[in-house]
């Protein structure tokens, strides 16, 4: 009998050390690829790796159009900075060709990093499909890098470590908000100590993870980090305790535009949610059906997640929330644009993604183990938001052309 159950033991402890063992590899081996993508030219020249190149070509291009188009406006506008005097929010505004009452809205860089593939897409859209729009042009309002700072500097979050993308209000409200369930997991998520890939707790943080999935499921884990958080500055998510200059200038600027049309559509680029290679449209929950129904009626064809399933989050303090406040009586359509990178969907990506901005947030925090390490953790945080797959770059920009065409077609045709 003791011979029977010495053997069983030792199966069991070989079973489990193989799970361990298999779910280590699985893990550490995870590495999605953008599959069956044809690389042009045409698309991928659209990118650049600076800030200064993004920005003085969005100024190149807005110029042109301005020579092209009457009473088009080019402004920029300076982000105050402690660190940085070059730091602007660039904008071009086109009036529409006829009195149509629509002004169509792209915004790019809330998350600054995500500003270059948010700064290509806009690109295109001026060299391609502005160009070709005909008497019908609605109103057209670019804005480009929200975040300077982090665009620059290749970070997601201002030089203030604010989260803009929780941040964005025209309430004061806001910043009061209180989030107990960030603050259960503050430890884990908040590491206070040097950045390094390679110790223990990086080495085992999934499986740390998968214990808390366990014990409070995958989207409550999800909500609790990811909807923004007041009280802790140094932390991930932080929504700031007041709002950004940028949030504060755009609350003063954007009135003269959008006080003079009654139906506005809101696109905002983003990156590192979702599929690779594939663009998501998602969005906070609509109460207003009839919103519901004409943004499906723009997007007709193309799925729409709307944040209501039960695998989803919501924020606090977003951007297209924000500006849809700026003019409260326009019927007001908005759509953040999502370019998967990390398969973020599926629970290893998920997991992925959290531990790459656990550990970059620690490396601005706490410092670096070496230098070594430094680069490491920053080149991977940086391919979480702008890969250099060439493929993953075309991809972007093709499915921009399109959703872009077709939702503006679209657009153009509502009453």
Known sequence: MKKALKIILYFLTGLILLVIIGSYISYWSFSPEVADVVITNQNTSYFADSYDECRSDFVLLANQLQKEIDNTTVESMSVPSKLDQDLTIDICYIP????????????SGVHGIE???????????????????GDDRPGILLIHGMNPYGFKYKRRVTENNVDLNRNSSVSLELYNTENRGYADLYNFINPSKVASSRNLFNRFYYVVAIVKIIKSSMPVLRQAVLQGQYQFPEGLYFGGTQPEPQIV?????LPKYFDIYDNIFLVDLHTGYGEIGKLHLFTNPVKDENIKELTETIFDGYYIDWGDSGDFYTINGDFCSFMGDINPEATYISMPFEFGTLNSQVTFGSLH?????????????????????????????????????PAWKSTVI??????????????IKIK
């Open 96 to 107: 529409p060709a006829l009195d149509t009452g629509k002004l169509f809205v792209m915004s």
């Open 115 to 133: 500003g270059y593939a948010g700064s290509a897409v806009q690109r295109m859209f001026m060299s391609e499909l502005i160009p070709d729009m």
């Open 249 to 253: 200038m755009m609350k003063e600027y």
């Open 353 to 389: 993604s959290l531990q790459k901005t656990i550990i970059e947030n620690q490396g601005i925090q706490y410092g670096y183990k070496n230098t070594k390490q430094e680069k490491m953790i920053k080149s991977s945080f940086i391919e979480m938001y702008y890969p250099s797959d």
């Open 398 to 411: 093709e499915q921009s052309r399109k959703v872009l065409n077709d939702a503006l077609e679209n657009y």
